[in-house]
């Protein structure tokens, strides 16, 4: 496309996101509207994808960070040829696949769902990273960002990764446009300020007109050719570009224009220019992946060993018989054991420092590419990076969250330092998974089995060495339990998971002294829950305690609690669980001050057996 | 002090360190070598405290970002005497003020919780803006950094705040150690690289030998007379700094010294010198504040009003019955209706742009200062700063936290702006309050009502209008409920919240013209939950169903199945919740596709009245 083409395209696209609008009645085009020229150059130009094949390694990768120009997005698409007019103003209806916000759910060309403000440039440097140092296909990356979103942190979360990474194949496309959502930015049209921190953390910045066609191209020829650092490029924009009565107003944002016909008409009416988007370089396939079954490691029973560490030498293991798996560190994995998998997989390993955010975007990225991401940190710490993670399930995202430290357990670090609010927070993510297991072997088989599984899994682990309580050979299916105490006069059930299933056991064993028989069930998968063992102990037991290393919202007891969410009879319920706010103290004392230790549990057994109210 | 007493300070902050570790067996003395003779120049010389009144409303304040060399700051408060040496050798005992990290829950001269690293910065930029722009008592705020907290994008989010509001009462000193965690950090002993994006995001920067007490002295002095501008002191140091088995070397982090006693006799052993903080100045005193009761908006019957209308509004008429509140928007105040109280106190307004985890940091800075803060963006986006609330309730600060555009309500924006699971995330945080109102004269009052609670408080306002349907002088207890149906012949409780109280009404209705008489229960308080009531309700009734606009985890059916949590008898439940991945559509259309419309709840009803499973 030749100057005058591109402009015209830029036209076309402002006019169809101004129709996508107006016939839903809703959404964002005046934020289109700025970023149109920077699309129809890319798109016309720059842009190497197949659309038939959006898998295609060597694809470059576009991210719409500002996830609310979707109409622009869609508009493009329509220029690509890959929906049609029809399709375009379904917008936003029910059962459309263009969404609000874009999701790779819906549509395939969508790398990454967006919609929360700063998390589109984090998933590129994920998708950059994996172009750089795992695919090495050679596709560059391309991100269109706000600019009121550079406010977010996890903006320079990724901006000083991609410079420490020196990823070259990704550009950053800044659309200027001077207003935010309520009213204008910090710096508004000061495309300087934006410059000076971008070259801060070490990228290369190129600063220009957005409404400039040949402009953005050489911008763009620009980034391409820079070596060895991303490119920013800052691109002075207007809001509503192209119609006077909305062009660079407040108020504006999120509306449909007022008078759309007439806007319309203003820009010259409809057109259908039609983009031939290049095709990625021939070649650059990626190498098949060697998918074998794990060694995993093996101890006895009676072995003394932490969960995290049986993590992390299990996912060392996985590491050796996947080429796929990649580990992502928020530089604690000399505590989460992730180091494991580092010593053995240096290739395969990614330092994201203490940045919780962007280790999880990250994951995003480099799963959105085919690889099989393990991030981990402390449990506590990946409330960080909950809106990623809620994010990461839109997109629909395969990832691996490991989350050490969970629970008072951990001792005399203190609160800070205690996940105690992660189940609350991984069961509420949608189609998630979440496993927490008590011995060695159980871990290792659970990394294992969670390779296996689609959408977001988190496995929890704990500080603190604890006895193999199962032979190495043992399987624990996703959804299931152990059932580790039963017998036909069991009166009560106790359900632990992780480090409350010794106390369990020990409670246990102390009513049963008293001739209580206690049924005991581990657990370890905490969604899905295993309603069968649960139903069963509940009609043979009629009561059950649940016993965790948690705040009481969210957690074990509220797992248990729904199995018997559907109208059937309910059995008599106690949850013990964490509600003091704990200090340092050394591990047994803090299960003792929290009412989760042996003692405490066969407290709350003796009274449900004698039908008293536990309080 | 003069120099050779400062030396000899550092030194002796360093031995207590060692020796606080070393009576622990854990915790983080190498982490306090380097920044003792930092500590030792500043509370010598700069800081004006009143360790008897640390309320002073003209007191300096000094935040430890780096939370874990809590020794560092345990072995200042010794030589300023206000605890002794016994008590310094308890350091991570159970029960002793001196946490592992340092909490003001138990010490009165620490500003906030820290140990969650990145937040010790956002939290003291909140606290000079309380002294910028609301107190305006001259105090002024010190930071102490490490260098490895830099990589969290929240130092930049808060960066970006200081410079912008010119909070030139703010400084921030960087002991950059060289050493994270695991090993070394991106940069090193690069202190350029850290000036560079301090000063590109406008802060004056200042490098200086962090082992030099002059030099630090004189880098002190020049924040101080900084104007219009914070200052980052980015000072070299040594991890280790004094004992060369441990100086400068990795794989120390987080341990005590391998040799104690003869690191301290390397140190030159114990001293017992005694630095006199400076007073704070005379007067400054914070002006008395205004408290009266709130002349709130009244609703009729009947009319049409969305929540956050009402919040907006109630909010507005609270700030003008109370000057301590205070307004944090995340740019987002024309949706959240924030702008309500932006227009009528504008001096009480503070816009934090797009930046939760800062939004919430200013919250709980302007709070330690004695001011009632009210923060909101949309529920979805307050996962952005999950870990700033916890560490907030770790503070036991208290904060109110607002989460607009709730649940699939909001139509066809789409999943990315739909909070899901924010019932599940602030239920799950210690000693919360959760609120989830259903018309304007409920959230009226309950906005009220927040203003005289402790902790974390938050309210979850929806997008759309809905019907009045309580008069403006009914009163909505925190912790209460309301009947809104009922008969002696209920054979079945419906279970609401918010958006899905009409639908339950709609759906009773229905029922009622079936011959089955059902009660109706608005649980406008999700934390804490009404549990007479719903016990009476499942004595009456004998079964429940619950219905939420929230994923099924974490939120109204687990707040009502722990009121069943003690071993009593359980009713029959059901739980109606958003279990499927919304698009976009119309309110009505998502109310259905998820089953939590008046046709899905009647049809849950029928079945469970007619004793059978629901699923």
């Known amino acids: 496309m030749n100057t005058g083409e591109l402009v015209e395209l830029g036209q076309q696209l402002r006019v169809d996101s101004v129709r996508a609008a107006a016939a839903a009645g809703s959404g964002h085009p005046t934020s289109s509207m ?9 798109f016309a130009r720059h842009l190497r994808y197949d659309f038939e094949r959006p898998d295609h390694p060597a694809n470059d990768r576009f991210v719409l960070s500002k996830g609310h120009a979707s109409p622009l997005m869609y508009a493009t698409y329509k220029a690509a040829g890959v929906i049609g007019d029809e399709e375009l103003l379904t917008f936003r209806e029910n059962g459309s696949r263009l969404e609000g916000h874009p999701t790779p759910r819906k549509l395939p060309w969508v790398e990454t769902a967006t919609g929360s403000l700063g998390q589109g440039l984090p998933v590129g440097v994920g998708l950059a990273l994996a172009g750089k140092r795992l695919d090495r296909t050679g596709h560059r990356v391309w991100v269109l960002c706000g600019d009121s979103e550079l406010a977010e942190g996890s903006v320079w979360e990724a901006a000083e990764q991609a410079a420490y990474e020196n990823l070259d194949n990704l550009t950053a496309i800044v659309d200027v446009n001077r207003l935010g959502q309520r009213g204008p930015t910090r710096h508004g049209h000061d495309l300087d300020a934006y410059a000076r921190r971008f070259q801060a953390f070490g990228w290369h910045t190129v600063e220009v007109d957005g409404h400039d066609v040949d402009a953005v191209d050489r911008a763009y020829g620009e980034a391409l050719s820079t070596d060895g650092q991303p490119t920013a490029i800052l691109a002075r924009t207007l809001k509503g570009k192209g119609v006077e009565s909305v062009q660079d107003r407040e108020g504006l944002h999120g509306k449909p224009l007022p008078e759309a016909e007439d806007a319309i008409a203003e820009l010259g009416g409809p057109r259908d220019l039609r983009i031939t988007v290049q095709a990625p370089p021939a070649g650059g396939e990626a190498p098949a992946r060697r998918i074998t079954t794990p060694e995993l490691p093996r101890w006895e029973r009676g072995e003394d060993m932490a969960t995290r560490d049986a993590f992390g030498e299990a996912l060392a293991a996985l590491g050796s018989a996947r080429d796929d798996v990649v580990a992502l560190d928020g530089e604690v994995g000399d505590s989460t054991r992730l180091e494991y998998f580092a010593k053995e997989h240096p290739e395969r390993y990614v330092e994201c420092y203490i940045a919780e955010q962007q280790m ?9 590419r085919g690889w099989l991401p393990f991030a981990s940190t402390f449990a506590a710490f990946l409330t960080r990076a909950h809106d990623f993670v809620r994010m990461a399930a839109i997109s629909g995202s395969g990832l691996n969250l490991v ?33 927490y297991p008590c011995d060695a072997n159980q871990t290792a088989r659970l990394v294992a089995a969670m390779a296996g599984l689609e959408g977001i899994r988190y496995l929890r682990t704990s500080r603190g060495k604890s006895a193999v309580i199962y032979g190495p050979d043992e399987e624990f299916p996703v959804g299931g339990s152990k059932v580790l ?16 299933v010794p106390e369990a056991l020990a ?43 948690h705040h009481p919202e969210g957690g074990l007891g509220d797992a248990v609690a729904e199995a018997f969410g559907d109208g059937r009879p309910v059995p008599r ?5 964490v509600r003091n ?7 047994e004392e803090q299960l003792h001050a929290a009412g989760i230790d042996a003692a405490s549990i066969a407290a709350a057994g003796r009274l449900l057996v004698g039908e008293a109210i536990v309080s």
């Open 485 to 500: 105490r039963s017998s036909g006069q069991d009166r009560l059930t106790l359900v632990a998971a992780g480090v409350t």
């Open 360 to 368: 999880v975007a990250d994951a995003v990225g480099v799963a959105a």
């Open 507 to 549: 409670a246990a064993d102390a009513l049963a002294e008293e001739g209580i028989a206690v049924r005991v069930v581990d657990l370890y998968s905490v969604k899905p829950v295993d309603v069968e063992t649960l139903r069963t102990a509940a009609e043979e037991t009629g009561c059950l305690v649940t016993v965790e290393d």
């Open 581 to 587: 706010m704990p200090g340092s103290a050394a591990p």
């Open 573 to 577: 319920l106690v949850r013990l669980a």
């Open 34 to 42: 700025s970023a149109a020229d920077l699309m129809a150059v890319l």
């Open 403 to 435: 989350g050490s430290h969970a629970g008072v357990a951990i001792g005399q670090d203190g609160p800070s330092q205690m996940g105690l609010e992660d189940l609350a927070m991984m069961r509420a993510v949608h189609g998630s998974t979440v496993l």
